[in-house]
């Protein structure tokens, strides 16, 4: 049986033009140590939190350089399949499955919005060996200008049910599996400039919200958004200093009630 379930959130890499650079900054705001670089895989270096595995860094291939960006995979049982079904429902394959050595198979695809993600199909390397603790993956949410096409898309791709939240200010929805929400969704509305393109931003948990911030930013990182406290724990939104994404959540400082959510 695998680690996990079809469509739960179970990697993320990113690439940079400087690797070393994004060792230094993410082992300062997230503790991160790092293994060593495969060179049979480009150099693809696992980063770690407690020694256990939680995310990668990866210098980019040629011809691909440009704006850093961390990439979230969904698990898949099958990843040729989920291709054929990122296809039918108007997404994106833009790298076709392809083995990766004994670690497993994936692919990376593209939403109807325009937000790039992968799949994951777990070998030897099943994913994050840790969740929702300082250090490693909490949440993940698509920013989209296209909500209804993508609300369309993931549950045809992946088991998923969809609920929106009770909130006539803001257009947000839950994509659930069997255990609860696994991914967010975010419309992009008049506050988000033009030139800014969809995408699917993952939360690190961290035990202090604001310290992860004045060390992110105190290493030339960019803050965003935040910090704000909401029900889920005490959040900001960042940019690295090579211009990759990411967001920051103390899952211990809750404050308010929870939303609620309802069925589409």
Known sequence: MAAYAEGTPCWTDAMFADVEGAKTFYSAVLGWTFGEASSEFGNYTQAYSDGKAVAAV?????????????????????????????????????MEPMQVGDFGSMLIAADPGGAVFGVWQGGQHEGFEKLNEPGAFSWAEVFTRKPAEVDAFYPAVFPYKVQAMADPQMDFRTYNLAAGPVLGRMEMGEDFPAGVPSWLNVYFAVPDCDAAVAKATELGGKLQFGPMDSPFGRFAALTDPQGANFSVIDLARTEGPMPTLTDV
């Open 58 to 94: 990866v210098p980019p291939m040629p011809g691909s350089e440009g704006h850093s960006a961390w990439c979230l995979y969904l698990a898949s049982p099958d990843v040729k399949a989920t291709a054929a079904k990122i296809k039918a429902a108007g997404g994106t394959v833009l």
